[in-house]
C-alpha cells in the first residue's frame, strides 16, 4: 500500500512545541513506516520523519512571518493532489480546504476530521469526495457518514509515568477562553495549590486583560510553550491536571499525555471529555468551579498507577495506526 500523508503545515511535524495535528500527522506516520507502509508525508520541508519527504512550503507559516499561510496551504494542497495519481490512498489531516479540491484527487480520500471550527465549514465536508473519520463520538456532524471514530494516540517513550507526582495543579494547552485559563487560575486559587501554566498565547487581549496581571511566579506560574521533551516530566510533578474548556472539545491530547503519566484529570463535562475521562480511574468530570475545587480535594486518592496503566492501554499510538490500518482496507481493500 503507498499513502500520501497530507499534513498541516502550520508548524513543523513534529512540532517543536505546540501542533497538535501535526504530532498526530506525525505519529500516525512513523507508525506506519515501521509496518512496512509505504508513505510519503506532505508537510513542512524542515520536518523530520522516516517517510518520504516532500512539500513546498519552507516551514511552518506560524513560525514564518513571511510566509502567507492561505497562500502556502492552497500552494501546498495543489502540489501534493497533483501526485496523487502516484498512491493508493490519500489521506488528508488539513481539514476542509483539499476537499474544495478533493474531485481533482486521483486517489481515494479519507479525511481526519481534527475538529469543526464551525458550522460554515460544513458545506466542503458535505461536497467533499473523501471519506470521514472522527476523532471522537461526541465531533460528529449528523450531516455527514463516517467510516469510523478513532481516538488519537500518544507517544508513550516520552511520557514516562510517575508514580508520586507531586502538590501542583497543571494547566497545558493554548491561553483562550475556550481552555477556561482563568477558570483554572480561581480553581486553584479556591483550592489552596500552586497552577502551573503552559501552552501558547492564542490570545493576547484575553491573555493581557484576565491572565497576565494574576501571574507572579509562585502561586500562578507561567512557563510558556512547552516542547516535547519538557511534556513528560511537567505532566508527571502535578497532583491533577485542570481542564475547565468552556467548549465542545473535540479530543485533548493533553488530557490524554498527563493521565499515561499518572496525572489525572479534573475536566468539564463537555466535548469528548466522556469519553476520554474514566471517571474515578483517570480523573473525575465535574460542571463547574465548586465542583472542581471539590475533585482537586479528592483526586490524591485516586491510584496514578492505575490511571497510567488505563490510558497507556487505551491512547497509545500503536492502536491508534493499528485503527488506521483497518479504515485504509476498508477504503482499499
Keep these: 500500500m503507498k499513502v500520501a500523508m497530507l499534513g498541516p503545515i502550520a508548524w513543523r511535524t513534529p512540532p517543536l512545541h505546540y501542533g497538535p495535528w501535526e504530532l498526530v500527522t506525525s505519529l500516525i506516520t512513523e507508525g506506519l513506516v515501521e509496518r512496512g507502509i509505504d508513505v510519503t508525508l506532505f508537510a513542512t520541508l524542515d520536518s523530520i520523519t522516516k517517510a518520504t519527504l516532500d512539500g513546498v512550503a519552507p516551514s511552518g507559516y506560524e513560525e514564518n512571518d513571511a510566509l502567507d499561510g492561505r497562500v502556502w496551504e492552497a500552494l501546498h494542497i495543489g502540489h501534493a493532489l497533483a501526485r496523487s495519481g502516484e498512491f493508493d490512498l490519500v489521506h488528508n489531516q488539513l481539514d476542509w480546504l483539499p476537499l474544495a479540491f478533493s474531485q481533482s484527487c486521483a486517489a481515494p480520500m479519507v479525511t481526519t476530521i481534527h475538529g469543526f471550527s464551525g458550522p460554515s465549514i460544513l458545506p466542503a465536508y458535505r461536497r467533499g469526495r473523501s471519506a470521514y473519520v472522527s476523532i471522537s463520538d461526541s465531533d460528529r456532524s449528523p450531516d455527514l457518514d463516517y467510516l469510523g471514530t478513532v481516538h488519537h494516540g500518544i507517544d508513550l517513550d516520552g511520557l514516562p509515568a510517575d508514580a508520586t507526582g507531586g502538590d501542583d495543579l497543571i494547566l497545558f494547552g ?144 500503536d492502536r491508534m495506526v493499528e485503527d488506521y490500518l483497518e479504515i485504509y482496507r476498508k477504503i482499499v481493500g
Design 174 to 317: 493554548r491561553i483562550h477562553p475556550d481552555k477556561g485559563t482563568d477558570l483554572a487560575i480561581e480553581i486553584a486559587r479556591r483550592a489552596g495549590r500552586r497552577l502551573i501554566m503552559c501552552g501558547i498565547v492564542q490570545d493576547q487581549a484575553y491573555f493581557e486583560e484576565l491572565i497576565e496581571p494574576r501571574i507572579d511566579g509562585d502561586r500562578v506560574v507561567y512557563r510558556g510553550s512547552v516542547g516535547p521533551d519538557e511534556r513528560g516530566a511537567i505532566l508527571g510533578s502535578g497532583l491533577t491536571l485542570l481542564h475547565p474548556i468552556r467548549f465542545a472539545e473535540p479530543f485533548g491530547l493533553s488530557v490524554v499525555e498527563s493521565m499515561a503519566c499518572g496525572t489525572p484529570v479534573v475536566a468539564y463535562r463537555k466535548g469528548s471529555m466522556p469519553e476520554v475521562v474514566d471517571e474515578g480511574v483517570t480523573g473525575f468530570l465535574v460542571e463547574d468551579v465548586d465542583e472542581a475545587v471539590d475533585a482537586v480535594d479528592r483526586v490524591g486518592d485516586l491510584d496514578r498507577a492505575a490511571c497510567a496503566r488505563r490510558a497507556r492501554e487505551r491512547f497509545s499510538r
